[in-house]
């Protein structure tokens, strides 16, 4: 699978991500670094990428509105490692599973957009 981090995002989870066998890139990687949260989406659904971000502004809009694919982080920034991590092949099974889809992804399990009122 491949990911786009958020800036927001810590490099620990990108790190996590390669050794588990998936392709990762930083937004400011690939020039993203000040774009807004759109230019993220856009970006990450014409490159095949599932955006990891902790903004909460950007995954409540994701969550009303699912474009592409989005993994909302629901913790601290620097919790967001282990809470990926403990998750990772749940979430990839569900993006795998649908064309555009919202993961918000906590300590304490898995929620997307397809059930989300």
Do not use: Y
Not at 17 to 31: I, K, P, Y
Not at 63 to 68: E, F, L, T
């Amino acid at each position: 699978m491949r990911f786009l981090l958020d800036h927001d995002v810590d490099a620990a989870v990108g790190r996590m991500l390669r050794r588990r066998g998936h392709e990762f890139w930083t937004a400011s990687a690939v020039g993203l670094a000040p774009a807004v949260d759109d230019a993220l989406t856009v970006w990450a659904s014409s490159h095949g990428a599932a955006i990891v971000s902790t903004d909460r502004v950007f995954g409540l809009r994701r969550m009303q509105n699912a474009i592409g694919f989005h993994v909302w982080l629901r913790c601290l920034d620097w919790e967001a490692n282990d809470v990926l991590a403990a998750h990772l092949d749940e979430v990839v099974a569900r993006l795998e599973a649908r064309r555009h889809l919202t993961i918000r992804v906590s300590k304490d399990g898995l929620t997307d957009s397809s059930n989300w009122q």
